[in-house]
């Protein structure tokens, strides 16, 4: 018992005070701009084809799926509804989020972990930049900003395979999918279920870096940093996604 | 007003253990400008650990260290930065950021921390290329230039905001004898040149005798003997003896 928690409580407490550091460094200029946008290009724009790919694949299911069970109740006419709500709400969100986990998270764990036994942090440190804002402040930022943008982006194919997918079943012209889709849509609906994913972000680029700069022992250690810094990301990222959930519908009901 | 024997490095009864591990106990050693002190001592000896605590990227646990006037040991952040900015740190394995090119490596601590404008930066570091001969190479990646070009390129970084204290880390480990000799030569040109204070540590003899004005022998985390090279040939200590002998059969190319 003592083993496995022992460690666990050491994470957390690493973790905190690596947040409380960060903190620091990120709210006191000069702000290293550059490398913000720099990394907003990385995060955002390079991981946008895999998102957009993401939510059309997850429209076409739900098009899909909903389609049998709807039908069974005679519901039909509620489908658009329910594939843009559901998109809008959850799938959009969390879909595009799980595929960051797996593609920035694991990439900046990589790096930093490969930097960090290059020696190329202590370098950066040594020439009196300080690594928490030119790399991990940064990175946090860029993940923050993009998220909630690709996860509009997933929302967009999503609803719009959902259509076609729709179409192909049973032909239905997008105005009117559109208007049935979004008719009892209201902004509470969609703008807290899309700006949650900035916590998303925070928690993807904060276990990425961390994971990343506490790397020890050579490249083993920097396979295990990008492993760990996927897993753990993803997994913050799905228990967060609970608690969100549940206070968007105290706060926003 | 400088003087010949002003202290650059001032380190005093410095003290580090990793755990039950005691890596120094008890360090005493002095730089005066202009100087090339050399570490010498087997591996893992602690010798890098003494080059992280100068520069305050490890903290020692009790001792003090000083760097012109002032005390380094407990500084932190911004105040710790403003010190690091006045040392040139050259790595073991030259550390280049492999996401920027061999021209952005070298601009990287003039870009943090000066305001000059972007043609000035960039004759500076044609310049400082030049130094080290490698202004061929300017736009490759540090992927893609050998172990010997990295170590040039590394001491063109760490020269870039003219330090007063140079401290380099293996400059010469793992290079072949001629391309070794050709970092030593870049060495010597820059103390003639610059008149560069520095520190190196290397347990190379080539690179000791050629380079050192004075050398320290760390062996068990103290400091075994510390003198000129001539000073450890005529020591008797058989660890000494034992370096010394290696120095002796490789004539070096440069005296």
Not at chain 2, 156 to 172: C, I, Q, S, W
């Amino acid at each position: 018992m003592k083993k496995l928690f022992l460690p666990m409580f050491e994470w957390f407490g690493e973790l905190g005070l690596f947040s409380n550091g960060l903190a620091r460094a990120a709210v006191k200029p000069p702000y290293e701009l550059r490398e913000a946008v720099r990394q907003m290009d990385e995060v955002g724009s390079k991981s946008l084809p895999l998102v957009a790919l993401a939510g059309a694949a997850m429209g076409v299911v739900l098009s899909m799926h909903t389609r049998d069970s709807l039908i069974r109740f005679g519901a039909e006419s509620l489908q658009p509804a329910v594939i843009v709500m559901s998109i809008i709400q959850e799938t959009g969100p969390i879909i595009t989020a799980l595929v960051v986990c797996g593609r920035v998270a694991a990439g900046i764990g990589a790096e930093l972990g490969s930097m960090k036994v290059t020696e190329q942090i202590d370098a950066i440190e040594a020439s009196a930049v300080n690594p928490f804002k030119f790399l991990v402040a940064t990175r946090v930022l860029a993940c923050c900003c993009m998220l909630p943008l690709l996860t509009l982006a997933a929302d967009f194919t999503g609803i719009l395979m959902g259509w076609v997918a729709t179409t192909a079943a049973d032909p239905i012209s997008f105005n009117l999918y559109w208007e049935q889709g979004t008719k009892s849509l209201a902004f509470r609906d969609f703008l807290p279920a899309t700006f949650r994913t900035a916590v998303f972000g925070l928690i993807i680029g904060l276990i990425g870096c961390f994971q990343g700069i506490r790397t020890k022992g050579g490249t083993e250690g920097v396979g295990r940093s990008a492993t760990g810094a996927v897993v753990l990301a993803s997994l913050f990222v799905i228990v967060a996604d609970v608690l969100l959930v549940r206070l968007i519908l105290i706060f926003f009901r | 007003m400088l003087m010949t024997h002003e202290l650059v490095l001032q380190i005093r009864d410095l003290r580090k253990a990793f755990g039950e591990q005691k890596v120094l106990e008890g360090i005493d050693l002095d730089v005066r400008k202009g100087e090339t002190l050399t570490i010498l001592g087997r591996s893992g000896s602690g010798k890098s650990v003494l080059l992280k605590l100068i520069i305050g990227l490890q903290k020692p646990d009790s001792g003090s260290i000083r760097i012109g006037d002032a005390e380094v040991t407990g500084m932190a952040g911004d105040q710790l930065d403003e010190i690091r900015k006045k040392i040139g740190f050259l790595f073991q394995y030259s550390a280049l950021y492999d996401s920027l090119t061999v021209e952005e490596n070298v601009a990287f601590p003039l870009r943090r921390h000066t305001r000059m404008p972007d043609h000035e930066r960039r004759e500076r570091v044609r310049e400082l290329l030049a130094r080290v001969g490698m202004e061929e190479a300017s736009a490759k990646m540090p992927g893609d230039i050998s172990g010997g070009m990295k170590k040039r390129v590394g001491l063109a970084r760490g020269l870039a905001m003219e330090p007063e204290l140079m401290l380099m880390d293996e400059p010469t480990a793992g290079l072949d004898p001629v391309t070794a000799g050709e970092i030593i030569d870049l060495i010597l040109e820059l103390q003639r040149a610059r008149n560069m204070t520095s520190v190196v540590v290397t347990h190379e003899m080539q690179t000791v005798r050629a380079v050192s004005d004075r050398i320290a022998m760390l062996h068990e985390g103290a400091i075994r003997v510390e003198g000129t090279f001539e000073d450890l040939k005529r020591s008797h200590d058989s660890l000494v003896e034992a370096f010394v002998k290696q120095g002796m059969e490789e004539e070096p190319c440069h005296a």
